[in-house]
């Protein structure tokens, strides 16, 4: 055990010699006669155990380790008192968190016991103490490495996927803003946006030349891409933070109507956040350009996607999309909804690799890759979808 700092408090000067020769070998010693002079010392030295008499003028012992817990709310607390009113003692001990009484007269032997074991329970506090700043110092850091692996991830599919850079950031800011109007908790929100942000992340095992091709992919090719929402999933893992979001990504494309995949899952049985990305995802797919065909532009983006509601997608989210980036766009004219994870991916901070036309395009049969089709016998050139 190590050497600790004790205060002996009492008005009877040969007291505290006697309590100082008796503990004085194996633990430094400080000493005060009264009250307000252990208050000083408490707020002048680190002291693990305050030993006081309880019958003292101007300040009883008692009222004194009341007073010692705001200055030294981790020191163990020892009385010594010669009360024999036991009920007067109970409340005397519970008000001041006292460890134990001693009565008087003590015997040297028990007190350094006494002494020894009220040490131990200090450093067991001490020790509990440091453990608990580390486990949360962990938890800090392992929040902050899967934000970290969130943003690796991301980037990863941006180098991989020039077209989409920006694109899982953008859809989790639109999400994050239908959240919002619907009055999400900041719980449900961060699942959101953490849904957002990685509801694509299963491309990056899609080949290039099915992300790239030009023209319409093949049944096989089809296929090949509609495994990104569970491959998503798989990559986002078994990390019980991410759980949720890990149910949002994996169902972001199942369609109200049952059409979708990969379960076929209907109206609100599909999760509430996986319907929410379904329509952030849309809107941004149209919104922006791609190398295989134009953005569709703000305008008709909203009448294709309320076109479709019921089939495809939830007229409730479609209606707090509209609030959230207004139904000229003017909402978003400037920013994007604010992150509530903090996070600042670098897609944000430079130019958009995209840009968002102003003007309105007539579709002209364009593949569009970035998610599976969901309406129009799931053919691949319907404008509310991509792969």
């Not at 049952?258 to 996986?274: R, T």
Request: net charge negative; hydrophobic share 35%.
């Amino acid at each position: 055990m190590k050497r600790h700092k004790i205060l002996i408090v009492d008005d009877e000067a040969p007291n505290l010699r006697l309590l100082q020769r008796v503990l004085g070998q194996e633990q430094e010693v400080l000493t005060a006669q009264n009250g307000p002079q252990a208050l000083e010392l408490l707020g002048q030295h680190e002291i693990s155990l305050i030993i006081s008499d309880q019958r003292m003028p101007e300040m009883t012992g008692v009222q004194l380790l009341e007073k010692s817990i705001a200055l030294r709310p981790q020191a163990i607390k020892i009385l010594l008192t010669g009360y024999t009113d036991v009920q007067a003692l109970i409340d005397a001990i519970n008000a001041g968190k006292v460890y134990k009484y001693i009565p008087k007269p003590w015997d040297p032997d028990d007190l350094r016991l006494t002494v020894k074991r009220a040490l131990e329970a200090y450093e067991l506090k001490e020790d509990n103490n440091k453990l608990l700043l580390d486990l949360r110092s962990a938890l800090t850091d392992l929040e902050d490495i899967s934000m970290g692996t969130i943003r690796a991830l991301a980037d990863a599919l941006d180098a991989k996927c020039d077209y989409t850079a920006g694109h899982s950031v953008r859809v989790s800011r639109f999400a994050l803003g239908i959240g919002k109007t619907l009055g999400l908790t900041n719980e449900q929100l961060r699942n959101l946006e953490l849904g957002g942000i990685l509801h694509d992340i299963g491309k990056i095992g899609v080949p290039e030349s099915i992300l790239w091709k030009p023209t319409k992919l093949t049944v096989e090719e089809q296929s090949i891409m509609s495994e990104h929402p569970r491959r998503s999933a798989q990559i986002i893992g078994e990390l019980k933070s991410l759980s949720l979001a890990k149910d949002y990504v994996e169902h972001h494309h199942e369609c109200m109507d049952g059409s979708g995949y990969p379960d076929h899952l209907v109206g609100e049985g599909i999760p509430l956040g996986s319907r929410i990305i379904l329509v952030a995802d849309a809107y941004d797919a149209m919104t922006t350009d791609r190398p295989y065909r134009p953005a569709i532009g703000h305008s008709r983006a909203l009448i294709e996607l309320r076109k479709n509601v019921g089939r495809q997608f939830d007229p409730e989210l479609v209606e707090a999309l509209v609030a959230t980036v207004g139904e000229t766009g003017e909402l978003i004219k400037d920013q994007l909804p604010a992150s509530v994870l903090g996070l600042s991916l670098s897609v944000l901070e430079s130019e958009r690799p995209q840009k968002r036309l102003p003007g309105e395009f007539e579709h002209q049969g364009h593949v569009c890759r970035h998610t599976l089709p969901q309406v129009e016998a799931h053919r691949f050139d319907s404008p509310t979808t991509s792969r």
